[in-house]
């Protein structure tokens, strides 16, 4: 056995989930929900495979080092689809988080992984280097970029990548609300008011989607809600624990419990799926540490996605945007959260927006985080298929709430030279509201 | 050929297993004129008879009427085993759905016993008015009832049976659902007795129906009533059975609808709506005697053919039989099969039957001849043994009837 | 003679519910074979890596594992029967799989064996809407031919409770069941034709919607419910049924399980056709309620019995009244109806979802599986109640009472050896009660490895020989999953199958 002390600190981490692993009773529903073992046929690609492979590791038949537990592991997509099918009810989010952090410890992980990971969590570095994606973008390298690299060989990945960035550009029909800036009225004199909403910013959203973040804050506003700006947030932590770095995921989840609570927010509005599923599970994260985890558990409470805010109180219906939308669920709302119709309910506060689910649209889209760079054949089979379903709706756009599956998508439509815009929900209501007039900038008139 | 048993195999019986008659088509479908017939009182009895010719090299003829003979004889000595003395209710729980009964016992008798807890067996094949139960499991034919019911072989829940060397097997069981091994009583449900004797047999029986409705059209143009009967086949309800029987001369199509009052009249409904056309309405007992006659129509015929086809095609082989003069024909528009009941005034049945053998292959049916005028040879068409279609049922008939004692027929 | 039962001088399962784990290292194929077998299928399709194997040591009955020598998963007929035939003139053992989501240890490989999965063979290869048959590769998932024949009116009937995740080749080899097979019938009803690859890689097709049934055996009918033992069926022809334009669903709540039980005999008697008749006892009412599946149902409640009817539309109403009034009669609590998707799925809650909340409240759960006679429930029940007391074992019983279908579940701590001790004897007593109404050891999980032990309180010597002759003529060599379905020759010991043994030579 390499390294017996270490394996033994490893063996801890998953051994502590055996009252997580027991209930899995092998019956197998989870295989056909699971894309990779619907593409790939073998086991080991499947949800009850890799829990097999946790529970070999947790008995110590397997080494958390070995080729096999770490291939398998790391080639889960974490969509999560396996959970809603799961009679048993095993977490197994949560238990993929674990396995990644032993697999990682064991052997180090590849480099783009690391790489990013250290960039994202870390607001010194985050800065610069989104810098450098919006000049990219903004200067349409990124898009020539894309067009010209080869989609083979070594250079397969940048091309990836830059189809990503240059596919985080706004959708060109509509104005550019980036215009909107400073104080806004929200004309909601016929609005009842409702409770204090923060909203978390994000990594990638406060890089590359700023726009959206706006898009929420007015939209939220426009609905009656106080939204407070919560100084001091960070990265949510998500893609660190869906990596295995379930340390400085953990440092991160601490950061913002300490903010939110202390903004006084009944709700914590998320507009990225992946950051909601992620805050949502903070009391999991952090469920050894005693001092951390009843105030975990409270802030998970308080998240929401912004679509179940907005669709509880049932939107304020904007002006008429004449548009077909497709709609694709995100892992990580549908799945991960439950969510299923809210985001759906947003669009259709929209007039004459023709909302179409997409065929399969509870299947994920490949994205999965960076999925498409460390796993380019797989990743490009399953992200595929998904562009050929959404091309199939014939739409205008295709709408998702979360970041990383915008542009994923984003990326394949961008690809395949196909001209759907790529939208969150919550941009096609704010420009819905925009026309409607709901924003009139104070001290304009 | 001739087979002398009083001697050996009287010492091994009882008086009463020797002297009983069958029916005479049957000496002449075999071509014998040893009438040799034994009449088991058990199942004990029929081993020792199995395990008797295996020594002896005499084969065995199970029959159970023995009034539908497939014309396939034995060239080697042989004799005829009856069940008719197997003839009893074993066991019979109304509650359970379920009857036990000997081999021997006749449909009708065992009918008249279910109809008494308002139960039945809904298996109806044509021609032979009287089976027994073995017969029919022997011959695995469910009629055209089993577009509504499912076929036989899926509600025969067990049965004893002795196989070629005298052993006896006990199969499935009593009960509806039972994957306890493999299903062996599977291959013994329409397997002529090539394998084995059956002894008893146990079927699931179903609640007769609140109402039997028998919708009837009549048609001179028999292509009109063939698209009919599909459109019905195709429809969104399921009827208990769709028969259509044709000659030259026109056609009628029978469809049987049972359930409650409501709900057949809704099934009427729907189906004149899919098919466009408005069926003639018979209730008992004026449908039980067209049924009746339907069933028994071919019954003195001397050359009857069964045509095999997908169900879509049907119609374009109802079209090429129905131009043979003379011809009757009744078809299972569901299943996909036609009984052809021919004249035997045929100038040559050889080489008629050779023609429409080819004609119907051609599109893409298949023919078998189910009976044949004793005088006429034509083994070529009908001689075919089940087993020697394939290695696995002749592996099955090894391994059932190693001495090759049995010899069954239709 | 008997000499069918080949003796495997393996050493015992290792198994969960004994705490021993399979720790010996399986033997590897030789690497020529590997390299034959990539030709094949491809090398990304041939595992051989032993943590690989890891995965497929069990299927959905845990207490078995075995990692096999090497898995292949092969897309075609032609390249199943090219893995057979190569396997098999090396004489290795084959062991098929599907979804892994068997019961009795079906697709558990035996020390020398090779598992060729299909789980790449999922196609549906043909929808014949005017004949109603619809043909399909093994690897199809169940629940994918009906989504696929939706859009015709058309449906596959047989629902097993896996039905969204097991194999319709899986669904061959096991003549599956499922709640709706009470009207509709099991799998067996619904298989018209197979290609087969035998032993050696021979293809047969066998049937065939079209073909002359009477014209030969019905080989179709024996080689399902096979269990893998016989060949590997590459392509399925399959009967589809129309939808049914109606459904009524009934939920009765009783104050006891026998009350229930009279209901279901009731309502069979008068003369109704059910489409579904399940009932969920009172232990497994309190475990669903506590977990997340809780259905709403009354905690105090004996037994919940669900009614299902389908159909016209216009009788339904009629059969649902009748059932209900049956009920009442029985001295059932309440009674509700179900007409709209939402309600129904609501009222059928506690019956799918049992099992996963079993899952929950115990550490471990052994799904049994037996049949009797419809009207032996009420006493059987009662036995079983008493068998789970003397031994002080929780059972629950989830079942389909339409045809008799139990599914006793027995709950323990795999961590109590003595209580390993006490559900392995208390299960063999429920099966032995089960025999002695007149049951069987089985309805539709199988036997497959954990069963064959009991084969014996159904089957005399003479019947176990003749399914094993009727093995041979499909597999003479016994490569095709060998060690299932049949008991093993025990010579260590005199065991009960070592008494038959010596009474059948």
């Known amino acids: ?445 | 050929m001739r087979v002398d048993l009083t001697d050996s195999l009287s010492r091994l019986l009882p008086e009463e297993a020797f002297g009983h008659s069958v029916p005479s088509s049957l000496w002449t479908a075999l071509r014998t004129d040893v009438e040799t017939v034994v009449a088991p009182g058990s199942a004990e009895e029929v081993a020792t008879i199995l395990k008797w010719a295996s020594e002896m090299g005499v084969r065995v003829v199970p029959i159970g009427t023995g009034a539908h003979t497939y014309p396939r004889y034995p060239r080697d000595p042989f004799i005829v085993l009856t069940t008719s003395r197997l003839n009893e209710i074993q066991h019979y729980e109304p509650a359970d759905l379920t009857m036990t009964a000997s081999a021997g016992a006749s449909i009708r008798d065992l009918s008249t016993e279910m109809a008494t807890h308002g139960q039945w067996l809904p298996f109806d094949p044509p021609d032979v008015p009287n089976r027994t139960l073995g017969g029919l499991v022997a011959t695995g034919l469910s009629g055209p009832l089993w577009a509504g019911y499912g076929q036989l072989r899926n509600h025969v829940l067990g049965a004893t049976i002795v196989c070629g060397d005298g052993r006896a097997l006990r199969l499935g069981g009593k009960v509806v659902k039972n994957v306890a091994g493999f299903d062996i009583l599977k291959v013994m449900v329409g397997s002529r007795g090539e394998l084995a004797v059956i002894t008893s047999v146990t079927v699931r029986l179903f609640p007769l129906p609140v109402v039997d409705r028998l919708l009837v059209l009549e048609a001179t143009d028999v292509s009109e009533l063939v698209s009919t009967a599909r459109a019905v086949a195709t429809a969104p309800i399921m009827p208990a059975s769709i028969i259509l029987s044709a000659t030259s001369d026109g056609g009628r199509l029978l469809v049987r609808l049972h359930g409650a009052r409501v709900s057949v009249e809704a099934d009427q409904k729907s189906l004149e709506k899919h098919t466009g056309v408005s069926f003639e309405v018979r209730n008992t007992p004026e449908a039980e005697s067209l049924l009746v006659q339907e069933r028994g129509s071919g019954i003195d015929t001397e050359l009857v053919v069964r045509v095999w086809a997908l169900p879509s095609r049907i119609g374009v082989l109802l079209d090429l039989l129905k131009q043979v003069p003379g011809v009757s024909l009744n078809a299972d528009v569901y299943g996909g099969s036609v009984r052809a009941y021919l004249p035997v005034n045929l100038s040559d049945i050889e080489s008629s039957l050779a023609g429409l053998q080819k004609d119907i292959e051609e599109l893409g049916g298949t023919i078998r001849v189910l009976r044949i005028p004793a005088e006429v040879d034509a083994s070529s068409y009908f001689a075919k043994p089940l087993v020697d279609e394939g290695e696995l049922a002749a592996g099955l008939k090894r391994a059932f009837d190693p001495h090759a004692v049995l010899w069954g027929i239709e | 003679m008997y000499r069918l039962l080949e003796k495997t001088d393996e050493e015992p399962v290792a198994s969960l519910l004994t705490g021993k784990v399979s720790s010996g290292m399986t033997r590897p194929l030789p690497s020529t074979v590997v390299s034959d077998l990539a030709k094949i299928v491809g090398h990304e399709h041939v595992i051989t890596d032993p943590d690989r194997l890891l995965v497929y040591e069990s299927d959905g009955l845990t207490a078995y594992r075995r990692p096999p020598r090497a898995v292949v998963l092969p897309s075609s007929t032609e390249e199943i029967s090219a893995v057979v035939g190569l396997l098999h003139s090396n004489g290795i053992e084959v062991i098929p799989r599907g979804a892994g989501t068997g019961l009795s240890g079906g697709a558990l490989t035996t020390p020398e064996g090779v598992i060729v999965g299909t789980a790449r063979m999922n196609r549906i290869l043909k929808i014949d809407v005017e004949n109603r048959i619809a043909i399909a590769q093994p690897g199809v998932i169940n629940a994918r031919l009906t989504e696929a024949t939706n859009p015709y009116g058309l449906y596959y009937a047989p629902d097993p409770s896996s039905q969204s995740t097991c194999t319709l080749g899986g669904n061959v080899a096991e003549n599956s069941g499922g709640p709706h097979c009470l009207k509709y019938g099991v799998t067996a009803r619904y298989i018209t034709g197979l290609t087969v690859v035998l032993a050696g890689g021979q293809i047969v097709e066998i049937g065939g919607v079209g073909r002359d049934p009477y014209a030969t055996l019905d080989l179709v009918g024996l080689f399902v419910g096979s269990e893998g033992c016989f060949g590997i069926a590459t392509e399925i022809e399959l009967r589809l049924l129309p939808i049914t334009e109606g459904v009524r669903t009934l939920l009765g709540i009783f104050e006891s399980v026998e009350s229930a039980g009279r209901a279901v005999t009731k309502i069979i008697a008068c003369g109704l056709m059910p489409a579904a008749v399940e009932i969920v006892d009172g232990p497994t009412i309190k475990a669903v309620e506590a977990s997340v599946f809780a259905a709403g149902y009354p905690l105090e409640a004996g037994a919940a019995l669900v009614i299902e009817f389908d159909g016209t539309e216009a009788g339904l109403d009629l059969d649902a009244d009748r059932a209900e009034q049956c009920c009442l009669e029985e001295g059932a609590i309440e009674v509700q109806r179900a007409t709209d998707p939402e309600h129904r799925v609501k009222l059928w809650r506690a019956r799918k979802k049992a099992f996963g909340a079993m899952g929950r409240i115990a550490p471990d759960l052994l799904v049994q599986d037996a049949t009797v006679p419809r009207t032996k429930l009420p006493e059987v029940l009662a036995g079983i109640d008493d068998i789970g007391n003397r031994y002080g074992l929780k059972i629950a019983n989830v079942f389909h009472a339409g045809d008799g279908n139990l599914h006793p579940n027995i709950l323990f701590d795999r961590q109590n050896q003595n209580e390993l001790e006490l559900v392995e004897r208390a299960s063999k007593e429920i099966m032995q009660l089960c025999v002695d109404a007149g049951g069987t050891i089985t309805g539709e999980h199988g036997v497959g490895v954990d069963k064959r032990k009991y084969m014996t309180l159904v089957h005399g010597p003479a019947e176990l020989e003749a399914m094993a002759a009727a093995k041979r003529v499909f597999d003479p060599a016994s490569l095709f999953n060998p060690g299932k379905v049949l008991p093993e020759v025990e010579v260590k010991g005199a065991t009960d199958t070592a008494k038959i043994l010596a009474t059948g030579e």
């Open chain 1, 1 to 445: 056995m390499t390294g017996a002390p270490v394996y033994e600190a490893l063996g801890q981490a998953l051994d502590a989930q055996q009252e997580r692993l027991l209930p899995c009773v092998h019956c197998g529903f989870c295989l056909p929900a699971c894309p990779t073992y619907n593409r790939l046929g073998n086991e080991a690609d499947s949800p009850r495979g890799r829990l097999h492979l946790m529970q070999a590791v947790v008995e110590g038949r397997l080494e958390p080092s070995s080729e096999a537990f770490r291939t398998h592991i790391d080639r889960c997509l974490g969509c999560r689809a396996c959970e809603p099918v799961c009679p048993s009810g095993v977490e197994y989010g949560t238990l993929l988080e674990l396995a990644r952090e032993t697999a990682a410890k064991a052997a180090p992980q590849g480099l783009p992984t690391r790489v990013l990971l250290k960039v994202l969590g870390n607001r010194a570095l985050r800065s610069p280097f989104f810098f450098i994606g919006r000049l990219l973008r903004g200067t349409r390298l990124a898009a020539l970029g894309a067009t010209v690299l080869p989609s083979y060989g070594p250079l397969r990945a940048g091309r990836l990548v830059l189809a990503m960035l240059a596919s985080t550009t706004r959708w060109q029909p509509m104005a550019s609300g980036d215009a909107i800036s400073g104080n806004t009225d929200s004309g909601s004199d016929d609005v009842s008011r409702r409770s204090r909403v923060a909203v978390l910013l994000g990594c990638v959203q406060e890089g590359l989607f700023t726009r959206i973040n706006s898009a929420t804050v007015r939209v939220l506003e426009a609905n009656g809600y106080e939204v407070v700006l919560v100084e001091g947030q960070d990265c949510c932590g998500a893609l660190h624990a869906h990596g295995g770095d379930l340390e400085r995921a953990r440092m991160l989840a601490r950061t913002n419990i300490r903010v939110f609570e202390a903004s006084g927010a009944e709700f914590i509005a998320v507009n990225a799926a992946g950051c909601g599923a992620a805050m949502k599970d903070y009391g999991t994260l952090l469920e050894g540490d005693p001092d951390f985890v009843q105030r975990a558990e409270e802030v998970a409470l308080a998240v929401r996605d912004v679509s179940e805010i907005l669709a509880s109180s049932g939107p304020r219906i904007g002006a008429s945007i004449p548009c077909k939308i497709a709609y694709d669920h995100p892992c990580h709302l549908l799945h991960a959260q439950g969510v299923e119709h809210a985001p759906i309910t947003v669009l259709e506060a929209v007039p004459d927006a023709e909302v179409h689910i997409v065929t399969d649209a509870e299947e994920c889209c490949g994205g999965a985080g960076i999925y498409g760079i460390t796993h380019p054949e797989l990743g490009g089979l399953i992200g595929g298929d998904k562009v050929a379903a959404v091309r199939a709706c014939l739409a205008d756009a295709v709408a998702t709430p979360n970041p990383g599956c915008m542009m994923q998508i984003g990326a394949g439509l961008r690809l395949e030279a196909s001209n759907e815009g790529v939208i969150h929900p919550v941009e096609l209501l704010d420009e819905s509201y925009q026309r409607a007039g709901f924003y009139r900038v104070r001290g304009a008139e």
